[in-house]
Structures are given as C-alpha cells and as structure tokens.
C-alpha cells in the first residue's frame, strides 16, 4: 500500500537484504537404520523400535555421531537400536534458514509422494528445528529460550503414509495443540 516506498527505503537504508535458505545435501553409506512397524508404537524386541528409540537415533545421526558404540573417541557408545538393518544409502538433505510453514507443508506433501512409486524403503523423515531463540513457541506463548531453547517436530512416514509425530518443546514451553 501506500507503506511500501517507505519501508523499502527503511531496508535500503539500513542495509537489510532477504537472504534465501542453504540448501546441503549428503549421502550417508551403510547406515545402520532402526526397524519400524508403523502400527507399533512401543516396538517390539526382535521385531521393531519404538517412537522414542528413532527419535534419539535420528537426533544422532542429524548430529553426525557415530553409530559404531566404538569407545575409543569417547565422544559417543551410542548404537543404533535393535532390531536394524543396514542401509547401503540414505540421503540427508538440510535446509537452513528461515522456512514458513506454507513451504514445510509443501515439502510434506512432496515427501508423501515419494510413495506413489514402488520404492525400496519402508519409512521417510522431516524433522523441523524452530529457532532456539525463537520469541514464540507454541500456541502464541513466550518461548522459554533462556530455560532451554528446545523446539522442534519431527514425522516418520510410512510406505502406506501413516505416520508418527514427535514434538518436542522445552519444559517452560507451553505444549503443542
């Protein structure tokens, strides 16, 4: 409106430039995998892993610790749980930036439609990562970024496109709706 030669002069002036989202892609060799039933929430020994157990996987392999519970780093023993299963490759695309919901809901939907084609694996990711010191976490609420910080979300989609959601907020946060 009649703003918009003012605040385009207010953004020249001080320099202020739109900056687009880095975009990294990686292929991660032979990863060990959690095994998944989607209709199993809790797991299964020898059968499957539970919601917690991939959500703790996927904060490691995100995070780029080694999976070999080798103790000689001392940096992590963490393993992949059991039961899993070796994947020859996975593909790991990050996106950083700033991403409004609209573009996270259509990456959602375009990661559902990998599944319309017979595909070798069983189940995808998307994990998204509010800012931690984002002012507003869920449901309007100050975010508790001085407590914390935590504030994320994360789906496994299936082959028959169920899936489970992770939210995680910090503990001064108000829950997710």
């Known amino acids: 409106g009649a703003e ?16 687009k989202p880095k975009i990294t892609f990686s292929t991660l060799r032979d990863l060990p995998c959690p095994v ?15 919601t917690e157990e991939i959500f703790e996987w996927l904060g490691a392999v995100l995070n780029q610790v080694s999976l070999d519970n080798k103790s000689s780093s001392f940096l992590s023993t963490y393993c992949c749980p059991e ?25 959602l939907e375009q990661l559902c439609c990998y599944f319309n084609e017979p595909k070798l694996a069983y189940w995808l990711t998307l994990t998204v990562h509010g800012f931690a010191d984002s002012p ?3 449901r309007e609420s100050e975010h508790g970024f001085h407590k914390g910080g935590e504030n994320l979300y994360n789906f496994v989609i299936f082959r ?14 108000d829950c997710p709706p």
């Not at 994947?87 to 259509?106: D, N, S």
């Not at 496109?161 to 995680?168: C, I, K, S």
């Open 4 to 19: 918009g030669p003012t605040l385009m002069s207010y953004f020249t002036k001080n320099q202020v430039q739109a900056l």
């Open 36 to 50: 998944l039933q989607s209709n199993d929430l809790q797991g299964k020994p020898d059968e499957s892993c539970s």
């Open 136 to 138: 507003v976490s869920w």
């Open 160 to 173: 028959n496109l169920d899936y489970w959601l992770h939210m995680a907020v910090g503990t001064h946060d």
């Open 83 to 107: 039961p899993n299963t070796v994947v020859e490759k996975a593909f790991l695309c990050t996106i950083t930036g700033f991403i409004i919901p609209e573009k996270i809901l259509q990456l």
